[in-house]
């Protein structure tokens, strides 16, 4: 686990400041059916390598970010802010 | 062995003397010393009882690897058990015991596993405390509970402070021996932040005892000398006594620095310890080589050390470990040993160097070339060795042994990110990973063996590091080394066959236990440590796991390469819970938060009730109240029958605002709120995505586009965060913006028939039923305009009620002034418990019956869900089999059919009739109260097909208290069911 993390709002910031939520799985349209939003509730990947999780930036600005670490090496290799990830896959 | 003082030399302070005592004992000694130094100059050669066979041990080490010498330290609070004397330094009054050993150190019963050794191989435990199985509890485990540990914990609590603190640098340099002191040097001469740290009180490593010279100064002199110029430079921070201990990811290094440890007691606004997390852009570690003890027979007798230590003890602390010192070394570290002791004026009584053809450069009247120690005798200490060599055996007197079994660099803190050391055939030893980003190692941590080679690699290093952050500088130059004698060649001598040869001293793990491993099937490295417990405990192996791997390599017929290392891990020494805790200690554990109308509860006499961080009121006794219920009973009635004022300030309290807001709220909600009026609140329920519940709450509309969410006490932060997750990553495009403002209102509840006459003496506007309606929500104006509230038509007691916030820093006045005005109205303040009673009476539910399990159709709020929002948190989960199932318990009241029977919260419904099984287990009783409305206890149940049996007799069956009580299910409204008294 990473003991830094760069937040884009506030530089590198501890790690204790930060509440890890989980994978950074999209929600599905209202309307994408049964399967998908069983899937988006309850089932996760568990992957070895670069995974994208939500973290709460909770004891600083508050904005979620999406961080990308790689489970099997400890880099952090990526930290944005939530909402402009769900904007660029708008776009 | 005989140790003593020599008559000079060492850099103790000999002008002044310090008293401390060992087992009770009165012995002095110097400042300067540590306490195995001051042990050995007064002869105590005894410090220790192994862990297992309760053999007598002595010193080893010098440093921090030591195996035996541990002690405990202190008393009371400031007990420290398993302190190494080694690193223990020596202050006035200091006060140490020997550990592991009944009723004393020199007679000890436990010694007698010794005897029981042939039966307590490796492995003991698993293979005898088998069976039988009753035999566990009563014999097995507290047996070996007894047995297990060294020294005992204090049950005092410390007195002391700890703290936390982060440092950053350009570079950190781990050691400060000659190559960290030359690195360092470079770094700072070029302007690069640099913190040094060193785990001794001094700095200098090996420069404190090395008998060689650099440019003509001797080695001590030429360290103070580097010492003095970094002090000059502001740059660069020295910290002694610190001890990096683990090296974790994005470069922050784990330090623990023990700032009053080497006196009795901290300096007035000193810490016991401080821990350090430095953030470094790079690191160098400068930690040197650990010498390998040599595995022979009878190696664990007092007075058998390590080679170096017995030269550091003589040239740093001035004292003579033997009288008669022999030395047994693989390598021309075996000359050089001798020749150190000798120029302290040692008698060297005899070389044995286990390798043939390496002439020594040094006269001793014995000297065995390819000859080992084979034997050691003495009862508590060496009193004779034996020396089997090509031409027999030879036996002699000796009171001290120096050993030197070549050298392990320290490489602990370069694998605790996950890389593998590496065998290195020509060191004979493991060596640091490859391509460490960020980190690098120089001198003997690095290989080096030489004193040359040491500070022209810490200058080399720290050279490239300056010039990669950017700054110019160039490695520091020194003069000519004169008198280092490299180790020259090595040769592997894993052991020397023949009798009980340890090579865990702090485990008694053997050579044969060993062996024994690897013939169960034992033998892979990681295996073999848990079997034997080779490397375990308070050393964690710094001595011990080399040579062990030799021999486990050497009885597999592999090279050590192949057998590899156990893993490293943090801790590089025992760090201490204080230094960790710092300061969340006690009080300190969490915050309080109490309140803004906790002064005014106090005045009211408050019993306070903990939950979470927060401290509540939970009830007011009054004169003659001796009991909670008198007191809350009282609180009931009095709200149903004139008023009272009860503080919700705990609520969690959230301003929402934007043009999206009530969209926003829409979608959080499951029931509707995009078309709420302004100036009206409504109750709102949050779902979780799966379906259930999440949390409850009003939500007032105070102007188009802001809102004021209430949310419950328990989940206000959980809430906040969820909104935020929601506006931020799920709907970013929304207009939506949020403040929690718990803390910032002071929030009380007025409840009660006459709670309208009491608010309306401090509000201006008119209070009217018309003017302010159930679920108003509006900013009013209190006392004559001198200050504004916001006022919320809201109850949760079924009572004519309302909430009033005004802020926070106002609470206390407001309340006090509302108590005034209700006096005459017989006002009562109101806490916790007659809320929670109030509430149980309407069938109000709170957290107890929203557990995470419930749906809203459980919980009778299935209309409130909307059907016509296309989106909300939790709708699409919500017609799954399992939550639309017609057996789902859902909330129901239950009473006693006997009002002088009771029943607890948790007990569980059964069908009359029916056998107390689990399989007929219908639910469960979630809140319970005495209602003195009713007149006996009520309580809420989620029960199943509950609002179908209004009326049905069950029986409430408490299996853990052995309590069962007919009763009878009902409404869950038990008071004014037709609510006409809250819209009065």
């Known amino acids: ?91 | 062995m005989t140790a003593y003082r020599l008559g000079q030399g060492g850099r103790i302070d000999r002008s002044r003397t310090l008293g401390f005592t060992f087992d009770g004992t009165a012995l002095s000694g110097h400042p300067g010393d540590t306490l195995a130094s001051a042990l050995l100059a007064n002869n105590r050669l005894l410090v220790g009882r192994s862990f297992k066979y309760h053999r007598p041990r002595g010193v080893v080490a010098a440093g921090a690897a030591e195996p035996n010498a541990l002690v405990t330290v202190g008393s009371a609070g400031r007990r420290e058990p398993n302190s190494r004397a080694t690193m223990v330094e020596l202050h006035d009054g200091l006060r140490a015991e020997s550990q592991n050993r009944w009723p004393s150190l020199n007679w000890d019963v436990g010694a007698l596993n010794g005897f029981l050794s042939p039966f307590l191989s490796a492995g003991f435990y698993y293979k005898t405390f088998m069976w039988p199985a009753s035999f566990w509890e009563k014999l097995y485990e507290p047996f070996i509970r007894r047995a297990a540990g060294l020294g005992r914990a204090s049950y005092h609590a410390d007195p002391d402070r700890y703290e936390k603190v982060w440092a950053h640098c350009d570079l950190l340099v781990v050691g400060a021996g000659p190559t960290g002191l030359a690195a360092a040097l470079t770094a700072g001469r070029a302007g690069a932040e640099v913190i040094l740290a060193d785990e001794a009180s001094e700095p200098g490593g090996s420069l404190l005892f090395d008998s060689a010279s650099v440019d003509g100064q001797p080695a001590g002199q030429f360290a103070t000398q580097i010492l003095a110029e970094l002090a000059t430079l502001p740059n660069v921070r020295l910290m002694t006594r610190t001890t990096v201990f683990g090296w974790f990811d994005d470069m922050v290094f784990g330090a623990a620095e023990r700032v009053s440890r080497h006196v009795s007691q901290p300096l007035p606004g000193q810490p016991q310890e401080r821990l350090w997390r430095i953030v470094a852009k790079r690191a160098i570690l400068a930690t040197g080589a650990e010498q390998r003890p040599l595995v022979f027979p009878g190696n664990d007798r007092p007075g058998v050390m390590l080679a170096d230590a017995a030269v550091s003890y003589a040239r740093r602390f001035g004292v003579g470990v033997g009288r008669k010192v022999a030395v047994f070394a693989n390598s021309d570290a075996g000359a050089r040993t001798a020749a150190s002791l000798q120029a302290a004026g040692i008698n060297v009584v005899a070389l044995v160097d286990a390798r043939v053809g390496h002439p020594a450069a040094v006269t001793v009247p014995r000297i065995f070339s390819g000859g080992v120690v084979s034997g050691t005798s003495g009862s508590r200490a060496l009193g004779a060795i034996t020396v089997r060599h090509a031409g027999g055996e030879d036996r002699f007197e000796a009171d001290a042994l120096a050993m030197a079994g070549g050298y392990s660099p320290r490489i602990h803190l370069a694998c605790h990110r996950g890389g593998k050391p590496r065998w290195s055939d020509a060191h004979q030893a493991f060596l640091a990973p490859e391509g460490l980003a960020g980190l690098t190692l120089a001198g003997s941590a690095a290989g080096a063996r030489t004193l040359g080679e040491c500070l022209s690699q810490g200058a080399a290093e720290a050279a490239a590091v300056v010039a990669d952050l950017g700054h110019t500088g160039t490695a520091a130059q020194f003069g000519a080394v004169d008198g280092d004698v490299p180790e020259g060649s090595v040769r592997a001598l894993w052991h020397v066959p023949g009798g009980k040869a340890f090579v865990d001293f702090q485990n008694d793990v053997t050579v044969k236990d060993l062996g024994l491993a690897v013939r169960e099937g034992f033998s892979d490295v990681e295996l073999a440590k848990r079997y034997t417990t080779t490397g375990m405990a308070t050393d964690q192996g710094k001595l011990s796991n080399v040579n062990a791997i030799g021999i486990l390599a050497e009885a597999r017929g592999v090279s050590p390469a192949e057998v590899g290392t156990t893993t490293f891990r943090p801790f590089y020494t025992p760090v201490s819970f204080g230094a960790l805790t710092g300061s969340s200690t006690g009080h300190h554990f969490q915050p309080v938060r109490r309140s803004p109308l906790h002064g005014w509860a106090e005045k009211h006499n408050a019993v306070f009730v903990e939950t979470g961080l927060w401290v509540r009121s939970s009830w007011f006794p009054r004169q003659g109240e001796t009991h909670w219920r008198q007191s809350v009973d009282r609180e009931v009635k009095t709200v149903r029958e004139a008023a009272g004022l009860c503080d919700v300030s705990t609520l969690g309290k959230i301003e929402i605002f934007g043009a999206d807001a009530a969209e926003f709220l829409n979608r959080v909600y499951c029931n509707a709120f995009a078309k709420l009026p302004v100036g009206k609140a409504r109750y709102g329920l949050m779902l979780r995505e799966d379906g259930m519940i999440y949390d409850d709450g009003t939500t007032s509309r105070l102007d188009e586009n802001h809102f004021f969410m209430t949310t419950t006490t328990a989940l206000a932060a959980g809430v906040m965060n969820h909104l935020e997750f929601c506006a931020q990553t799920l709907w970013p495009d929304l207009d939506v913006r949020m403040a929690s403002s718990t803390d910032q209102w002071a929030q009380m509840a007025i409840a009660g028939p006459l709670s309208r006459a009491i608010l309306q003496v401090i509000v201006d506007e008119d209070l009217s039923d018309e003017n302010v309606p159930f679920l108003a929500a509006k900013t009013v104006s209190l006392f004559g305009g001198q200050l504004e509230g916001r006022l919320y038509r809201i109850s949760f007691s079924g009572e004519l009620a309302y909430e009033l916030g005004v802020p926070a820093g106002f609470g206390e006045a407001v309340a006090d002034a509302l108590m005034e005005a209700g006096e005459p109205h017989g006002i009562c303040a109101y806490g916790a418990e007659a809320l929670g009673v109030l509430r149980i009476e309407k069938g109000h539910v709170t957290h107890a019956e929203i557990n995470g399990t419930v749906t809203a159709e459980d919980l009778g709020f299935g209309r409130m869900v909307s059907q016509k929002k296309v989106d909300f948190i939790g709708k699409h989960m919500l017609e799954r089999e399992g939550l639309v199932d017609a057996e789902r318990p859902r909330l129901v009241g239950v009473k006693p059919l006997n009002p002088e029977q009771s029943f607890r919260t948790g007990a569980h419904i059964l069908a009359k009739g029916a056998e107390a099984t689990l399989e007929n287990d219908q639910g469960y009783v979630t809140s319970s109260a005495f209602s003195p409305h009713v007149g006996s206890t009520i309580g809420l149940a989620l029960v199943t097909r509950g609002p179908d049996r209004h009326g049905e007799e069950v029986v409430i069956w408490n299996a853990l208290a052995g309590e069962t009580v007919p009763g009878v299910l009902c409404d869950p409204n038990f008071v004014d069911p037709s609510n006409e008294k809250l819209h009065a």
């Open chain 1, 1 to 91: 686990m990473a003991s830094l993390i760069r937040c884009p709002h506030c530089g590198a910031r501890p790690k204790e400041e930060f509440t890890i939520r989980g994978a950074a799985v999209t929600r599905p349209q209202p309307d994408a059916g049964e399967d998908a939003w069983y899937a988006y509730v309850y089932l996760r990947d568990n992957p070895m390598g670069p995974f994208d999780e939500y973290w709460h930036h909770t004891s600083g600005c508050r904005r979620w970010l999406v961080v990308s670490r790689d489970t099997r090496t400890h880099e952090t290799y990526g930290v944005r802010d939530a909402a402009a990830v769900a904007g660029e896959s708008r776009s």
